[in-house]
């Protein structure tokens, strides 16, 4: 991790490769600790090893938080109307036509997402209104989606299958980090903030076709302001 001795600061090999390939390097505080948080994924079962992406939208730049910190040669794009961008906050869809399109599939070419072993998470830190609507999916398949919704109905999830499981009932809040994973063919597990809250037998069936997209799942967009996102293995 990140520390000081001697009057120098020690970084993470990653965090430093991400901070290079920035046009807008990150400044000094951001990037120690961005560096803290990569040692402390490689600590324990080191899920940092099981990501395919990561991006931390809650950044100072935009350009920051479109460049992938677990692989800094992917960059994901605005697309329709550019999602809202706020500083050290992260991006607001408006639930008509932006989102952002990274560029890739779910399990493109050397990425660890399988139909069996699959995980998807997000951060929401700011929601615009209740309704029920898909925070991440794809621009061509609904095999993997997440819908959150904050009152009066469920928060749905789906990963590697065209049926919904119930992630949540009537959460109250669209707020706080939102997962979904599967481990084998048999069931989908849902996480909310850390904690396992949904175990459901679905047997997989197919892996969604397209682009991943965050705020938008084919045809429904989400207006959630989204701090982070990652996906990889199960």
């Known amino acids: ?10 970084l993470d090999a990653d ?8 046009t807008t390097p990150l400044t000094s505080g951001r990037l120690a600790l961005v560096s803290t948080l990569i040692a402390a994924l490689k ?19 935009s350009e920051a938080a479109l460049r992938g910190i677990r692989n800094p040669t992917k960059v994901a794009t605005f697309q329709g ?10 991006f607001t869809g408006n639930g008509t036509d932006s989102y952002v399109d990274f560029g890739e599939g779910w ?3 050397g990425n660890l997402y399988a139909l ?7 951060v929401v830190n700011a929601q615009t209104d209740t309704t029920s609507r898909n925070v991440v999916g794809a621009d061509a398949g609904l095999n993997t989606q997440l819908q959150v919704r904050a009152t009066a ?7 590697n299958t065209n049926a919904n499981g119930t ?19 048999a069931n989908m597990y849902g996480y909310k903030d850390g904690s396992l809250i949904a175990s459901v037998a679905q047997v997989s069936s197919s892996i969604a076709s397209g682009n991943v997209t965050l705020l938008r799942a084919t045809t429904t967009y989400d207006n959630s302001r989204v701090s982070a996102f990652w996906w990889g293995a199960g």
Request: glycine share 10%.
């Open 1 to 10: 991790s990140a520390f000081t001795t001697g009057g120098t600061v020690s």
């Open 15 to 22: 965090a430093v490769a991400y901070n290079a390939a920035l």
């Open 43 to 61: 600590t324990g079962t080191n899920p940092w090893a099981r990501l395919d992406r990561l991006h931390l939208f809650a950044m100072e730049t």
């Open 81 to 90: 109307t550019s999602p809202t961008f706020t500083t050290d906050r992260g």
């Open 107 to 109: 399990a493109a070419a």
């Open 116 to 122: 069996d072993s699959a995980a998807v998470g997000f």
């Open 153 to 159: 109905g469920n928060t749905t999830f789906r990963v």
């Open 167 to 185: 992630l949540a009932t009537n959460p109250g809040t669209k707020l706080g980090h939102w997962a979904a994973s599967r481990r084998d063919s």
